[in-house]
C-alpha cells in the first residue's frame, strides 16, 4: 500500500508537471523571445530579438529570473560588442606602447602612425606632443571629445579607414587643423566634416570624388574653408573642378596628380587670380596650357611627366615677372628653344629626363639662375657661355654624352653641386680647384685615369661626398686623400 501510495504521488506530480508546461507552451510562443521592453528601458536601442532554440533558453531564463535574461541580452548589443573591442585594444595598446611608436618625421614634426588596429586606442589622446596623427587601415575611427586634450596636433592623415568625428572634436579640429591628407581607393565622397575646418591650409585628396556644384550651387564645398592656400588632387579627372576654380578663388597652391589620364579642360585656371604654385602631373599634356600666361603671380610651373614634345610656348613666359622654378622634367623635350632667354628672373630650372641633344646659348641669359639640371639627355656638350651663370651653385648633367667641361665652367665661383656622373670625360681640368664652394662633386660612370691633385683646394669637398670609383681615389696624393674626406658612392 505504501509503495502504490508513492507511486500514485509521483504520477499525480507528473501529470501536474507536464499539464503546465503544456498550458505554458500553448500560452507562450517559443518561436521568437523579443527585448522591444528592454529596449524602451535602457540606452540599448540594437539589441536583436532571437528565434527558435536561443528563444526557448531564454525563456527559460526568464522564467527562472528575469533579470538573468536581461543581463543576457546586453551581450547582444552591438554598442556592447564594440566596448568589449575597445578594453581589448586598450589592454593591447598601453601608453608605453604608444610611446615607442612617436617618432619625429622628415618635417621635424612628432608623429604617431597606427596601422591596421580595430580603431583607436583610449591612450593616444594621453600623448599630447604628437604633432601628426597618421591613421592608416583602421576600419571605424571615431574621435571622441578627448581629442582636445593634443594641443599640438596640426596635421591629420586618414589613409584607407573612416573616420566619424564628435561635435567637440570637430570644433577643436575646427581651430587648430592646418594640414589634411585624406586618401581612399574607392572613389569615396568627401566626409562632411571636412568643409567645417575653417583654419584649414593645406588639404590633400587621393582618390576622392569632389562633388561638383548642380544648377549653379553646390551644398557642399570648399567655400567655407576660407584659409585654404594649398590643394593637392591626385585623381583620374576629366577637368579641374568647377568648385575648385569658382568656390577658391585666393588659392595660392593647386596640384594634380592625374595618373596618366588626360586633363582636358583648363580654361578655368584663369580665374585662380592669385595662384603662386602651379603642379599639373602625369595629366597627357602635349603643349603647355595658354590659360597658364594670365597667372601674373605664379612663382613656381611644375609640368613633370607628360607628353611635352616642344615648348614654343615658353616665351609667353616672360610676362610672368614672379617665375623663378620652371619645372619641365621627365617628358619627350627635344629642344630648348632660344626664347628661353626671355625669362630673366628664372632662379631654378629642371629639364631632367628629356630628349634634348643642345643647350642653346640664349640660356645663359638667365642669369638668375642657381639650380640648373640637364641630366638623364643626349648632351654631347656644355657652351662656353655658361660662365655667365655667376649665381650657379647646383648644375647636374648626369648620364649624358659629354666629353668635355669647358674652363668657363669653373669661373662659376659659387658652384657648390656638381654632378658629371655616367658621361664620357676622359679628363677633369686642374681649374676645378677654383671651385672654392664646391661640397658635392659625382664623377663616377666616366673614361677618368686620374683626379687632379688641386681637389685639395676645394676647402668644402671635405664636408661632403666625392662620388667616383675607388681606383681613382688611389691616384691622388696621399695628401690630398687625407685633407679631402671622402664619402664613397655605395651604389
Not at 593591447?92 to 618635417?107: D, I, T
Not at 613666359?317 to 626671355?342: A, D
Request: charge should be negative; include cysteine.
Amino acid at each position: 500500500k505504501v509503495l502504490a501510495s508513492f507511486y500514485v504521488v509521483l504520477v499525480i506530480l507528473y501529470g501536474l508537471t507536464c499539464t503546465y508546461s503544456l498550458l505554458w507552451m500553448l500560452r507562450s510562443s517559443l518561436k521568437q523571445y523579443s527585448f522591444e521592453e528592454l529596449r524602451e528601458q535602457s540606452n540599448y536601442s540594437d539589441i536583436p530579438d532571437v528565434k527558435n532554440d536561443f528563444a526557448f533558453i531564454l525563456h527559460l531564463a526568464d522564467q527562472y529570473d528575469p533579470l538573468y535574461s536581461k543581463r543576457f541580452s546586453i551581450f547582444l548589443s552591438e554598442v556592447s560588442e564594440n566596448k568589449l573591442k575597445q578594453i581589448s585594444l586598450n589592454n593591447e595598446w598601453s601608453l608605453e606602447r604608444l610611446k615607442s611608436k612617436l617618432v619625429r618625421n622628415p618635417q621635424d614634426k612628432m608623429e604617431l602612425h597606427l596601422f591596421m588596429l580595430s580603431g583607436l586606442p583610449d591612450d593616444v589622446f594621453e600623448l599630447t606632443e604628437i604633432e601628426v596623427l597618421t591613421l592608416e587601415l583602421i576600419p571605424e575611427v571615431k574621435l571622441p571629445p578627448s581629442l582636445n586634450q593634443l594641443s599640438n596636433l596640426k596635421e591629420l592623415n586618414i589613409y584607407h579607414s573612416s573616420l566619424t568625428v564628435e561635435y567637440p572634436a570637430l570644433h577643436f579640429l575646427e581651430d587648430n587643423l592646418k594640414i589634411l591628407r585624406l586618401k581612399s581607393v574607392d572613389m569615396g565622397k568627401i566626409p562632411r566634416w571636412v568643409f567645417y575646418l575653417k583654419n584649414l591650409q593645406e588639404l590633400y585628396l587621393t582618390g576622392c570624388y569632389v562633388p561638383e556644384p548642380q544648377n549653379g550651387f553646390c551644398n557642399e564645398g570648399f567655400q567655407d574653408l576660407v584659409n585654404l592656400k594649398a590643394i593637392h588632387l591626385k585623381n583620374s579627372l576629366s577637368r579641374i573642378p568647377q568648385v575648385v576654380t569658382d568656390q577658391l578663388p585666393s588659392l595660392q597652391k593647386l596640384s594634380i596628380d592625374n595618373e596618366g589620364r588626360k586633363l582636358l579642360v583648363l580654361t578655368n585656371l584663369k580665374k585662380l587670380l592669385n595662384l603662386r604654385i602651379l603642379e599639373l602631373i602625369s595629366c597627357d599634356l602635349e603643349r603647355i596650357p595658354h590659360s597658364i600666361f594670365s597667372l601674373n603671380y605664379l612663382r613656381e610651373i611644375d609640368l613633370k611627366e607628360n607628353n611635352l614634345r616642344t615648348v614654343e610656348e615658353i616665351i609667353s613666359f616672360q610676362h610672368l615677372e614672379n617665375l623663378s622654378c620652371l619645372k619641365l622634367w621627365h617628358n619627350k623635350i627635344s629642344y630648348i628653344p632660344v626664347q628661353i632667354g626671355t625669362l630673366a628672373n628664372l632662379e631654378q630650372l629642371y629639364l631632367n629626363h628629356n630628349n634634348i641633344k643642345k643647350i642653346p646659348p640664349q640660356l645663359f641669359l638667365c642669369i638668375k639662375l642657381h639650380h640648373l639640371d640637364l641630366s638623364y639627355n643626349k648632351l654631347t656638350s656644355v657652351p662656353d657661355e655658361i660662365q655667365y651663370l655667376a649665381n650657379l651653385q647646383y648644375f647636374a648633367v648626369t648620364k649624358n654624352h659629354i666629353e668635355e667641361l669647358p674652363d668657363e665652367l669653373f669661373q662659376c665661383k659659387k658652384l657648390q653641386y656638381l654632378l658629371l656622373g655616367h658621361n664620357s670625360l676622359m679628363h677633369l681640368s686642374p681649374r676645378v680647384g677654383e671651385l672654392s664652394s664646391l661640397v658635392q662633386l659625382e664623377l663616377k660612370g666616366n673614361y677618368l685615369e686620374l683626379l687632379p691633385a688641386e681637389l685639395e683646394e676645394c676647402n668644402s669637398l671635405k664636408r661632403s661626398c666625392l662620388i667616383v670609383e675607388e681606383c681613382l681615389l688611389k691616384t691622388l696624393p696621399l695628401r690630398v686623400s687625407e685633407h679631402v674626406q671622402i664619402c664613397l658612392d655605395k651604389v
